[in-house]
């Protein structure tokens, strides 16, 4: 007899992009109405901004507060954290002072600084541990990540720190996935207990085009992230919306939604974020994702105002 099949979450990669402001929002919803009723869509979002800075406690205190019971946030970890180059203001501001920096001005990533920013991760996230509604927190790796310079041995301590929060990783450099290194790439995964992070991207020769890869390396959570089919974009274009930006034929997500379904029947949740975040292309994609996974739109009871807006 089958096993249970997993669930299956969608969502997008933000609830706040400006393209979703323009040409998916009602008009006019204000801005802190947006994230209540992104929620009446889907059960899941990823968080864009605490990439670029730790979020406030009172600010994820609000998300949870706002969400309906079942929501899942899942959080990127901050630049540094996934081994991005940032610059001093990008850390808390009682952080900044002293710490060391590059010729061009970029933060080194100590070990201090390292534990620091994740305990100030940590209590951001406290309210959305409570509520239970904090899903997975993402690593998205930089490209520079890349062997043989660098092992992911490297990130052994901040996934410890972490526990037992799940940490899921995205890997930003085709050579982990070549055939000599796949299986101690996707070990490590496993060893680690770190949700290894599929994609559905551009193929092509460039170093950051990854394969389509899927792999359960914890069995209780799976990911797949949508960043479109742009192969032009994505090697050239340096702005996010044109680097992203894809609007799915119905065949291809007729594919992903195989891929979704094939994670399910080894985790107990899979996650799926749209990431091709031009305009509208990334709620539509999800959207209609959820309807050939046979995800009807639940009905849920708006704010007021957004219900005007809507209406």
């Not at 994505?234 to 044109?242: D, G, T």
């Not at 997500?253 to 990431?275: C, Q, T």
């Given at each position: ?157 901040l996934v410890r720190a972490l526990a037992p929060w799940p940490v899921a990783a995205e890997l930003r450099h085709r050579a982990w996935l ?53 192969a032009e974009g994505y090697v050239h274009s340096r702005a996010v919306a044109e680097r992203f930006a894809w609007r799915y034929a119905d ?28 305009g509208a292309d990334a709620p539509l994609a999800a959207l209609r994702l959820r309807e050939l996974l046979g995800q009807p739109l639940r ?13």
């Amino acid at each position: 007899m089958a096993g249970r099949r997993g669930d299956i979450l969608v969502g997008t990669s933000s609830w706040a992009d400006p393209g979703f402001v323009a040409e998916w929002y009602p008009p006019g919803l204000p801005a802190d109405e947006r994230l209540p009723w992104y929620a009446l869509h889907f059960d899941a979002v990823e968080v864009n901004a605490s990439f670029y800075a730790v979020p406030r406690e009172e600010a994820t205190a609000r998300w949870a507060d706002v969400t309906p019971p079942g929501f899942r946030f899942d959080v990127k970890l901050h630049q540094l954290l996934s081994r991005h180059a940032g610059r001093p203001d990008g850390l808390p501001p009682d952080l900044r002072a002293g710490v060391e920096t590059t010729a061009r001005g970029r933060v080194v990533l100590t070990p201090s600084l390292e534990g620091a920013l994740v305990e100030r991760t940590r209590a951001a996230l406290r309210p959305l541990d409570e509520a239970g509604k904090l899903g997975v927190l993402l690593l998205q790796l930089s490209p520079a990540f890349a062997p043989p310079r660098h092992a992911l041995e490297e990130l052994d301590d901040l996934v410890r720190a972490l526990a037992p929060w799940p940490v899921a990783a995205e890997l930003r450099h085709r050579a982990w996935l070549h055939d000599e290194r796949r299986a101690a790439t996707l070990d490590w995964f496993a060893d680690r207990q770190v949700a290894y992070v599929g994609v559905d991207a551009p193929q092509g020769r460039a170093p950051t085009m990854m394969p389509p890869l899927d792999a359960v390396t914890r069995r209780d959570v799976a990911y797949l992230r949508l960043h479109g089919r742009n192969a032009e974009g994505y090697v050239h274009s340096r702005a996010v919306a044109e680097r992203f930006a894809w609007r799915y034929a119905d065949a291809e997500l007729e594919e992903i939604r195989g891929r979704a379904e094939s994670l399910a029947e080894e985790a107990s949740v899979v996650h799926v974020m749209a990431n091709n975040n031009r305009g509208a292309d990334a709620p539509l994609a999800a959207l209609r994702l959820r309807e050939l996974l046979g995800q009807p739109l639940r009905v849920r009871t708006p704010t007021s105002s957004a219900a005007r807006s809507a209406s």
